[in-house]
């Protein structure tokens, strides 16, 4: 009976009378073209460089970097603290009161925003900010306006809400926040307690994206689903990303605990996309969407990843969608776990257009390809400096640190890697480090800039029973600790195959960049 809810599986789609077919073969030999031009590398390389040199010239020149930075106007930046200070006056992220009661009050007086355009909502464990940005991607390639909302940011909160892909500015954030910010204190004054920092944002974003207006919101949770302040938009789209243990005090202690909460996106008559999922987890899943008579594609059976090659600078895709497949994509991210991504977000926005349901068909194969091209994903495997290479990555929990410590050795090969680790408090960081153990030559341990940072010393004790002494250098300060690193893997450089990788919570990410974009 579960799985009577799945979606019917397609046969061959495509049509040989479409132009867009045509435009394939001339771009096949476009293809082999390179192919041939490579006769004197080894084969294999020569077909994945070409495939990866073809497909990048679909995404135009290189785009600037998609985190933002303060405002140079002081006068701006100023106005941006003081938005900044009264915020964070509020509880913040980590202190939740398990309820949509005051949000709803919100967007009741705001005249309901979020209903204003449809929503694909994404929720799980790890990957949700690098599949938003996928689905964001495509379907901006498709000509819509689209609305992001993510979380926590890299660097700048004017990350959190992007309009057209990219951040809005600074003068819109502001803007926003002064027209919400009477309703805030008309439901503060009516509540037992205060809206909350993420409560506030999230009204911030639907509000945001009414104004624009867009044509679809991609929205991310910020825990959990249920009862999320997020999950107050009827998402016509629900996105279920891999489901793992984190924040198991609020959510549980089992995957299919978790998987409980995070259900709550899943709306009556939605179409959900689960990544691949524990057994219990996609029991639980499962059995909600029927429930509320969901339409269910599964990855691995409706969907999924066809193959994969390693690319320069990402990785060569075939995907099979809800319509049928895609190959030839370029994908300018690291890892299979991306890939992974890459087909929840695929399948997504197949979903979004009807496609497998209403349509027997698949999206233009161009646009996909493009799309994906120009899809970025800061701090996630992101190589900020060469001679040493250093890249950071978010990975803050056991299973998000395991994807990367396979994406790095897949993808890069160095004979040493040293990892600069800090973490958040409330994270299983000796699994963390368990994870990263096989990969790390020596670890330097610190602290980042948030109260929420795990002390230096604390996790050096956790570090050095799975490291040993002689594999542990603590400095608690992140400069310190990054020239340290950095030092440790230029010992090598003569040989040019060692690198840096810091990571253990996105907070040390963004630190991290600021340092070394500045540097």
């Not at 689905?135 to 000509?143: D, M, R």
């Not at 009516?190 to 624009?212: C, G, I, K």
Request: zero cysteines; charged letters at 25%; aromatic letters at 6%.
């Amino acid at each position: 009976m579960v799985l009577s809810v799945g979606l019917r599986r397609l046969g061959s789609v495509s049509d040989p009378s479409d132009p867009r077919d045509h435009a394939a073969d001339e771009h096949a030999d476009d293809f082999d073209d390179l192919v041939d031009e490579a006769t004197s590398r080894d084969p294999d390389l020569a077909v994945i460089e070409a495939g990866s040199r073809t497909l990048r010239t679909q995404a135009g020149p290189p785009q600037g970097d998609p985190v933002p930075t303060r405002p140079e106007d002081p006068e701006l930046d100023k106005a941006l603290r003081e938005v900044e200070t009264e915020l964070s006056t509020r509880w913040g992220e980590t202190k939740l009161e398990p309820s949509v009661k005051r949000i709803a009050a919100l967007m009741d007086v705001l005249g309901e925003p979020q209903r204003a355009y449809p929503s694909i909502h994404i929720t799980g464990t790890n990957g949700k900010t690098s599949t938003a940005r996928m689905i964001e991607s495509l379907l901006g390639a498709f000509e819509l306006r689209t609305g992001r909302y993510t979380s926590p940011h890299v660097q700048t909160i004017t990350e959190r809400i992007s309009l057209d892909g990219a951040p809005i500015s600074a003068e819109r954030f502001i803007e926003t926040y002064q027209d919400v910010k009477p309703y805030v204190e008309m439901v503060d004054a009516r509540e037992e307690y205060r809206l909350s920092f993420f409560e506030v944002l999230t009204a911030m974003a639907y509000a945001a994206f009414a104004d624009a207006p867009v044509d679809a919101a991609v929205v991310e949770v910020g825990m959990g689903g249920t009862w999320d302040a997020t999950n107050v938009i009827d998402g016509s789209v629900a996105v279920v990303t891999p489901i793992d243990l984190d924040h198991t005090d609020r959510l549980g202690e089992t995957t299919g605990e978790i998987a409980g909460e995070k259900s709550g996106v899943i709306k009556r008559g939605a179409t959900v996309i689960l990544a691949q999922q524990p057994v219990d987890a996609a029991q639980v899943l499962l059995k909600k969407a029927v429930d509320v008579d969901a339409t269910v594609a599964r990855e691995g059976m409706e969907f999924g990843v066809v193959s994969r090659e390693v690319a320069v600078g990402g990785q060569l895709l075939t995907l099979r969608g809800l319509g049928g497949e895609y190959d030839g994509i370029f994908l300018p991210m690291y890892g299979a776990h991306q890939a992974h991504n890459a087909a929840v977000a695929l399948a997504a926005v197949e979903a979004f257009f009807g496609i497998g349901a209403e349509h027997a068909r698949t999206l233009d194969v161009e646009t996909v390809r493009r799309a994906f091209a120009q899809t970025t994903s800061p701090g996630r495997l992101e190589v900020v400096r060469s001679s040493p290479t250093v890249i950071l990555d978010a990975a803050h929990n056991p299973h998000g640190a395991r994807a990367t410590a396979e994406a790095v050795s897949e993808a890069f090969g160095f004979s040493r890697l040293i990892g600069v680790v800090s973490t958040s408090g409330d994270k299983d960081a000796r699994g963390l480090l368990e994870a990263f153990e096989p990969i790390f030559a020596e670890i330097v341990i610190t602290q980042n800039s948030t109260s929420r940072a795990t002390d230096a010393d604390a996790l050096a004790a956790v570090a050095v029973e799975v490291f040993g002494e002689d594999r542990v250098v603590v400095e608690p300060r992140l400069p310190d600790a990054l020239e340290a690193a950095i030092t440790l893997a230029e010992e090598e450089a003569e040989y040019g195959g060692a690198g840096v990788l810091v990571t253990g919570s996105i907070f040390t990410v963004g630190d991290a960049r600021l340092l070394l974009k500045r540097g």
